[in-house]
């Protein structure tokens, strides 16, 4: 027979005699709903005199009282419960996966499993969801399908904050990383070397200053140093410094923090040739090139606008090439369109007449001089300086495209840990940056539009519990089949003609009356 308990002579005989599950019992309530819990035996203590008392073990809470029935708890779990999200985000985290996978496999080098896969997953999200805060990163993480490919990752806010904050800590793992990459860059290839500020008004970390731009912006900055690999367009280590701190300046101490100790660097005209060149000695597999001012000495010590050849290209540059020391070269090159749109601006700022050195100045329009440590051809200088560029854009999309143009943290070992997530964030968007434009899928569109089209294709749980990609449009369907994420859409048959093209409606089949049409007069005549 089974047993029923009440503990308190508070709750009404009624509400005892009300029919509940066999072995509970009623606690008391000031509201007249009363909770029923499950009693689950007894326990006997001993006693002072020897002897045993039996003491109840009470379970779970299993219903309610109210009304004059029993209700028993659902056993449904309610909505918003943990990890229910039965339609997910998934191409464009699996596309950042697929580009990414070796990444994870560096940071294992570096990092426990556990550690290594929540900078991977935090760098994932920042990729693919532009300017998203820590805050926000679990709630994404539980949307995406990065919860069946890669599960129970704590991206707990408070768990986040000192995660980032440790990772800052240890930031020689950081620097091993990056040495790590840099190693794998060859001879061959063009490394370029240039710093972009980055907002962070915190007023206690020693990498916030005042910058060259803060008059303009009233915001103070840290200076954030990368070298790009323009051979295979993607960043391949960075560094941060305090805002202050000048290009020039920085570009020894990245060199030597870095490991860098191969490759032909490039960089802008804010670098002086010496000043890489004192940055570089000592590592004889490093070659430089460099652009000088236009007010030189040395660019009129040389004559370097009696140019006296021609590129090869579909635009002719004139070009000239100079050797001026042992291991020191000149390049210099003009290009007429630009020559032309320099002295038109030039013209449209004098209105009252032209400066006594006119002519010498006009030498200088459109033109463009380097010094190297290297013996290279003309040719090569001049694509390798539009390669340059690649770093320019590579910026925008780290700011735009992304969103990293401020910090997320204060203290300076957060934002150094920070910044590493968004150099690998940075790093896997540069990837898909180039995988989408390899595949013309940038042919139409930015990048901003592709990924809004991966965000559209998502996975759906079905009744059996199993994953399935949803549908969509056929139009997407066919863009996205072009990353390799899907295979080509199946069309029903007969509606391709042999030639490829969409077979139309047969004549007739729409219009089974005699077609009208109007004569010359106006008026309407069946045909």
Not at 251 to 259: A, H, P, Q, R
Not at 277 to 282: D, H
Not at 439 to 445: E, I, K, S, W
Not at 489 to 511: E, F, L, Q, Y
Request: a neutral charge; proline letters at 5%; glycine letters at 8%.
């Amino acid at each position: 027979m089974p047993i029923h308990f009440t503990i308190d002579m508070a709750v009404p005989e009624d509400v005892r005699k009300v029919p509940r599950p066999p072995n509970t019992v009623v606690l008391s309530s000031k509201t007249g709903r009363y909770a029923v819990r499950q009693r689950l035996g007894c326990r006997y203590v001993p006693r002072e005199n020897g002897k045993a008392r039996r003491v109840p073990i009470d379970g779970p809470i299993v219903g309610h009282i109210e009304n004059g029935a029993y209700v028993p708890l659902d056993d449904i779990a309610p909505l918003g419960d943990e990890g229910e999200v039965d339609v997910k985000d998934w191409a464009n985290v699996a596309l950042c996966d697929r580009l990414s996978k070796d990444i994870l496999e560096d940071l294992r080098r570096h990092y426990s499993g556990d550690d290594a896969l929540r900078i991977y997953i935090m760098a994932v999200l920042r990729c693919c969801y532009e300017g998203i805060s820590d805050r926000l990163l679990r709630r994404q993480y539980e949307e995406t399908y990065l919860t069946e490919m890669y599960p129970h990752v704590n991206l707990q806010r408070t768990a986040v904050s000192d995660f980032l904050r440790n990772l800052g800590r240890s930031c020689k793992r950081i620097s091993d990383f990056m040495r790590g990459r840099v190693k794998t860059v060859g001879r061959d290839d063009t490394l370029v070397i240039d710093g972009t500020l980055q907002h962070d008004d915190s007023s206690v970390n020693s990498l916030s200053a005042v910058s060259r731009k803060t008059k303009l912006t009233k915001r103070q900055d840290i200076l954030v140093m990368y070298a790009y690999n323009a051979t295979r367009r993607e960043p391949v280590c960075a560094s941060v410094y305090p805002g202050n701190m000048q290009d020039a300046r920085a570009v020894k101490s990245f060199i030597e923090d870095n490991g860098i100790d191969r490759g032909l660097i490039v960089a802008d005209r804010g670098f002086l040739p010496s000043a890489v060149a004192e940055a570089t000695e000592g590592r004889p597999e490093i070659r430089w090139l460099v652009p000088i001012r236009r007010g030189s000495d040395v660019i009129a010590e040389h004559d370097m606008y009696s140019f006296d050849g021609v590129l090869k290209g579909r635009r002719k540059i004139p070009c000239r090439k100079v050797r001026i020391s042992e291991d020191r070269w000149l390049y210099s090159f003009r290009d007429p369109e630009e020559a032309v749109s320099e002295e038109t601006e030039y013209l449209n700022t004098r209105p009252d007449g032209l400066d006594p050195d006119f002519d010498e100045l006009r030498r200088g329009f459109g033109t463009i001089t380097f010094m190297s440590n290297a013996d290279l051809d003309p040719e090569l200088v001049y694509s390798i300086y539009d390669d340059r560029w690649l770093i320019e854009l590579m910026f925008r999309f780290r700011k735009q495209g992304q969103a990293m143009d401020d910090t997320r943290e204060n203290s300076e070992y957060s934002v150094m840990g920070s910044d590493f997530v968004d150099f690998l964030a940075n790093l896997m968007g540069s990837r898909m940056l180039a995988h989408m434009g390899d595949r013309g899928l940038l042919d139409n569109g930015t990048y901003g539009d592709a990924m809004g089209l991966l965000e559209r294709l998502k996975m759906t749980r079905v009744g059996d519990g199993d994953w399935k990609v949803r549908r969509i449009a056929l139009v997407d369907a066919e863009a996205v089949e072009k990353l390799g994420l899907v295979s080509k859409p199946t069309v029903p048959n007969g509606t391709i003609t042999a030639n490829g093209k969409r077979r139309g409606r047969p004549p007739g089949s729409k219009d089974k009356k005699p077609r009208k049409s109007r004569n010359a007069s106006g008026t309407v005549e069946s045909s």
